[in-house]
């Protein structure tokens, strides 16, 4: 697995706009490849979806375009528009900073979009867009965290109360201090984990075919040759 930059671009450090963006663009590109690249609004829904997100968030539009921008400037993402393209549409071009191979994309994908997740999390998590095994897994979170060019991904300290390590994404920076047990006092019981991660699935495949729906009758009642 390498992931030796092919764009010499230091330091690079994304807003948290930016890291839900990027991880958007990443889970749909492999979730709805019928429906990618996005289109803004898409995005902005994808943004904005309630499930397989924390925290839930309501972004404007203005800010899903500021976080375009800045992924665009950090040649996270780009521009697309295909010849038949009656608007715009973005898709990211995360590989172009970091190489890596569609099991590391799709955990870095579920570390922007939910935050903090133990090893089983991420597995049970990322089926929905590629399949790894318990082992695959755990080996792409240690090769992310001793990537020679800087590490990705981090696991956190244990906190009193927690049976399992949980890793964090790193391209938002290092995560702020958590007041010992409070990240504990935070977590779900497995019953209830269990129910969540079912009711999540579902709500998913909803909102993909809804996401659908809404892009074909933009495009029906966009006038041919429109921008």
Same mark, same amino acid.
Request: proline share 7%; charged share 25%; aromatic share 4%.
């Given at each position: 697995? %390498? ?5 010499? @671009? ?16 990443? %889970? ?8 990618? /690249? ?38 996270? *993402? ?29 955990? @870095?994908? !579920? ?9 089983? !999390? ?7 867009? #590629?399949?790894?095994?318990? %082992? %695959? ?7 992310? *965290? ?13 906190? /009193? ?12 920076? !290092? ?17 209830? !984990?269990?129910? #969540? ?25 966009? /006038?041919?040759?429109? *921008?």
């Amino acid at each position: 697995m %390498e992931f030796t930059p092919a764009v010499s @671009l230091p330091g690079v450090m994304l807003t948290s706009g930016e890291a839900r963006v990027l991880g958007c663009l990443i %889970e749909k590109e492999l979730a709805t490849p019928d429906l990618y /690249p996005l289109t803004l609004n898409s995005l902005v829904n994808a943004c904005n979806q309630r499930s397989n997100r924390d925290p839930v968030l309501e972004l404007p539009v203005r800010e899903v375009e500021a976080a375009l921008d800045g992924l665009r400037s950090k040649k996270l *993402a780009t521009l697309f528009s295909g010849a038949d393209a009656r608007v715009f549409k973005y898709r990211q071009t995360l590989d172009l900073v970091f190489p890596m191979d569609v099991g590391a994309r799709v955990i @870095l994908c !579920e570390l922007l979009v939910r935050g903090p997740q133990t090893t089983a !999390e991420l597995r049970i998590r990322t089926e929905r867009l #590629h399949r790894l095994t318990a %082992e %695959e897994t755990g080996a792409c979170l240690e090769e992310m *965290a001793a990537r020679p060019a800087g590490a990705l991904v981090r696991r956190l300290p244990r906190q /009193p109360g927690q049976k399992e390590l949980r890793w964090v994404q790193l391209l938002t920076g !290092e995560p702020a201090a958590m007041p010992v047990g409070a990240e504990a006092a935070a977590m779900p019981s497995p019953g209830v !984990e269990s129910i #969540h991660s079912v009711l999540e699935q579902r709500l998913a495949v909803l909102e993909a075919e809804v996401t659908r729906l809404r892009d074909e009758l933009t495009s029906l009642k966009s /006038p041919p040759g429109g *921008a």
